[in-house]
RNA sequence: CGGGGCGUAGCGCAGUCCGGUAGCGCGCCUGCUUUGGGAGCAGGAGGUCCUCGGUUCGAAUCCGAGCGCCCCGACCA
């Protein structure tokens, strides 16, 4: 670290940024085993913060919630034939149970699609059984060569949504759905907002006939893929003779559809939105979205702005305002604003004698943005209905900020491969041009600059004037592809 | 799995080249004074120097092997 106290500044090295701000934000911490870490009270608080509004989003959308076991049989994961190789390397297998060999090998679960369907379709008779809308809450684990705190972890949290319907084109229809709810938490939630579209081939989920991803622009101007969803056509349908019998009579086998998004979004928010002094959490997700510091000499003072603050407190509470009164003693007031700027927290209320006197309390956002003053003086008795405007302003000024930032990294029109690789090996960012739809031009570009496309974004988020030609190989552009180095 | 770096007190490090029995800052504990942006003074606790083996009268230091972690690359939510 730079020094003891501040962090190593984002611009010398952004890697080093992003490690020290979540340990010393105390969201996690390594654990013994290698590529596995230990998620901490705060850390976890910040994800019982996104999968409360997740699972809210899923159940106003039909789904509900149910649990599938850990460990899978080798022969389940076997059965799909471009998921067992999609998955295979990066399998853990357990051998060995009850002192004993096992006769069938058991797979720890990177994904559950084949489990769950092998379940769906002893409970799938007919078309009146469909839609299933299932999703879950779990652990996964994929054995990654190479691990990054919250962005890649041989094990991690997430959720997956699993759906069976009648059609095709209702499954498109979840699938999409889907998509957009992660769209709207992270546009609502957590102000960071992504570029939706659809993968390549190669880049699609394997077993999947077609996938979906919310595609977020970090700091450094690298991708994050922060929420994907897949049409699985028939796929796992047929390998796991999950058929039903339709409205006239006939048999056929259901469309599916699964969507996750993991932990690594945690990861997102801290490069979306942290700065050189620590993490910056936005309210809505922010385990405490007010800190109140009372600032006192004598004993007296002590006893005055403490309860002052235990007042402004309750206040606030009855508004469901999540506020944290630092009562500490030991501690000095410059100590604690370190601490919980350090760690993210929206909103301080410092409330000392002067305050006292005045009737107010002293509002200092965690960061500054336009339009927003960072210091404000508040009112005592309008503080209950000022505080919840100013985190609602702080939220949605933090979107904005990250929506300009996004779109000011975002380079459009760019015909050229040369100027292509200037900006890939330069400043980086979402470069939107021309692609011609083979799989040869994709791979050249991966290979040569590292960057790859990163979604075929929708109507909404592409140039008004189409690319015509591809970047790559200078034939006629079937598409517009955001390409970018990505995590 | 290749390249680089690093393993010494809770954290960050010095000491290693040139062997002589371990130190600094922060943090922690006690006391007093302090408290509106990382407090001061005094006292104190805390270490198998990653592991194993070798060389040596003597190893944190030299030699060998191993393990672990971080960073960069190939593969990936």
């Given at each position: 670290?730079?020094?003891?106290?501040?962090?190593?500044?984002?611009?010398?090295?952004?890697s080093?940024?992003?490690?020290?701000v979540?340990?010393?934000?105390?969201?996690?911490?390594?654990?013994?085993?290698?590529?596995?870490?230990?998620?901490?009270?705060?850390?976890?608080?910040?994800?019982?913060?996104?999968?409360?509004?997740?699972?809210?989003?899923?159940?106003?959308?039909?789904?509900?919630?149910?649990y599938?076991?850990?460990?899978?049989?080798?022969?389940?994961?076997?059965?799909e034939?471009?998921h067992?190789?999609?998955?295979?390397?990066?399998?853990?297998v357990?051998?060995?149970?009850?002192?004993?060999?096992?006769?069938?090998?058991?797979?720890?679960?990177?994904?559950?699609?084949?489990?769950?369907?092998?379940?769906f379709?002893?409970?799938?008779q007919?078309?009146?059984?469909?839609p299933?809308?299932?999703?879950?809450?779990?652990?996964?684990?994929?054995?990654?060569?190479?691990?990054?705190?919250?962005?890649r972890?041989?094990e991690?949290?997430?959720?997956?949504?699993?759906?069976?319907?009648?059609?095709?084109?209702?499954?498109?229809?979840?699938?999409?759905?889907?998509?957009?709810?992660?769209?709207e938490?992270?546009?609502?939630?957590?102000?960071?907002?992504?570029?939706?579209?659809?993968?390549?081939?190669?880049?699609?989920?394997a077993?999947?006939?077609?996938?979906?991803?919310?595609?977020?622009?970090?700091?450094?101007?690298?991708?994050?893929?922060?929420?994907?969803?897949?049409?699985?056509?028939?796929?796992?349908?047929?390998?796991?003779?999950?058929k039903?019998?339709?409205v006239?009579?006939?048999?056929?086998y259901?469309?599916?559809?699964?969507?996750?998004?993991?932990?690594?979004?945690?990861?997102?928010?801290?490069?979306?939105?942290g700065?050189?002094?620590?993490?910056?959490?936005?309210?809505?997700?922010?385990?405490?979205?007010?800190?109140?510091?009372?600032?006192?000499?004598?004993?007296?003072?002590?006893?005055?702005?403490?309860?002052?603050?235990?007042?402004?407190?309750?206040?606030?509470?009855?508004?469901?305002?999540?506020?944290h009164?630092d009562?500490?003693?030991t501690?000095?007031?410059?100590?604690?604003?370190?601490?919980w700027?350090?760690?993210?927290?929206?909103?301080?209320?410092?409330?000392?004698?002067?305050?006292l006197?005045?009737?107010?309390?002293?509002?200092?956002?965690?960061r500054?943005?336009?339009?927003?003053?960072?210091?404000?003086?508040?009112?005592?008795?309008?503080?209950?209905?000022?505080?919840?405007q100013?985190?609602?302003?702080?939220?949605?000024?933090?979107?904005?900020?990250?929506?300009r930032?996004?779109?000011?990294?975002?380079?459009?029109?760019?015909?050229?491969?040369?100027?292509?690789?200037?900006?890939?090996?330069?400043?980086?960012?979402?470069?939107?041009?021309?692609?011609?739809?083979?799989?040869?031009?994709e791979?050249k570009?991966?290979?040569e600059?590292?960057?790859?496309?990163?979604?075929?974004?929708?109507?909404?988020?592409?140039?008004p004037?189409?690319?015509?030609?591809?970047?790559?190989?200078?034939?006629?552009?079937?598409?517009e592809?955001?390409?970018?180095?990505?995590?």
């Open positions: 670290m730079a020094d003891e106290q501040g962090l190593t500044p984002r611009a010398q090295d952004f080093a940024w992003y490690n020290e979540v340990l010393r934000a105390e969201l996690a911490d390594y654990s013994p085993v290698r590529g596995c870490m230990v998620i901490r009270p705060y850390g976890y608080g910040i994800w019982e913060n996104m999968q409360r509004a997740l699972d809210g989003m899923f159940k106003a959308t039909g789904h509900q919630n149910a599938f076991p850990l460990f899978i049989p080798m022969s389940f994961l076997e059965r034939k471009e067992v190789e999609g998955f295979a390397p990066e399998v853990a357990v051998t060995h149970a009850g002192g004993k060999e096992l006769e069938e090998p058991l797979v720890i679960r990177p994904t559950s699609e084949t489990i769950i369907y092998a379940m379709a002893k409970w799938v007919s078309y009146r059984d469909l299933l809308l299932i999703n879950q809450w779990a652990n996964v684990v994929r054995w990654e060569l190479r691990t990054r705190l919250f962005l972890t041989a991690f949290l997430w959720q997956e949504g699993h759906t069976a319907h009648a059609s095709e084109a209702e499954a498109e229809e979840e699938t999409l759905r889907m998509l957009g709810v992660y769209r938490f992270m546009d609502d939630w957590m102000a960071m907002p992504p570029v939706l579209g659809r993968k390549t081939e190669s880049e699609k989920f077993g999947a006939l077609r996938t979906y991803s919310c595609e977020a622009l970090m700091q450094d101007n690298k991708a994050l893929q922060a929420a994907t969803s897949h049409n699985l056509g028939q796929n796992f349908a047929r390998q796991f003779e999950l039903y019998q339709t006239t009579g006939g048999e056929d259901a469309w599916n559809t699964s969507w996750g998004a993991s932990t690594r979004l945690v990861g997102g928010l801290v490069m979306t939105h700065d050189d002094v620590g993490l910056v959490v936005p309210p809505q997700l922010a385990p405490i979205q007010v800190v109140i510091v009372p600032i006192y000499r004598s004993e007296e003072e002590r006893t005055q702005t403490l309860g002052a603050a235990d007042q402004v407190a309750a206040a606030l509470r009855a508004q469901q305002v999540r506020v009164v009562a500490r003693d501690v000095k007031p410059g100590a604690k604003y370190f601490e700027e350090r760690k993210g927290v929206p909103l301080r209320l410092e409330i000392g004698p002067k305050d006197e005045r009737g107010q309390v002293m509002a200092v956002r965690r500054e943005l336009e339009g927003l003053a960072r210091k404000e003086p508040l009112p005592m008795d309008a503080v209950a209905t000022l505080v919840p100013r985190l609602g302003e702080f939220q949605r000024a933090l979107l904005e900020a990250a929506r930032r996004r779109e000011e990294n975002s380079y459009r029109g760019i015909e050229s491969y040369d100027r292509f690789r200037e900006i890939v090996e330069g400043p980086g960012g979402f470069i939107y041009a021309g692609w011609c739809g083979s799989a040869a031009c791979a570009v991966k290979e600059t590292k960057a790859t496309i990163r979604c075929l974004p929708f109507e909404e988020f592409r140039t004037e189409a690319p015509t030609r591809c970047l790559v190989c200078g034939g006629e552009a079937k598409h592809a955001v390409w970018d180095r990505a995590y």
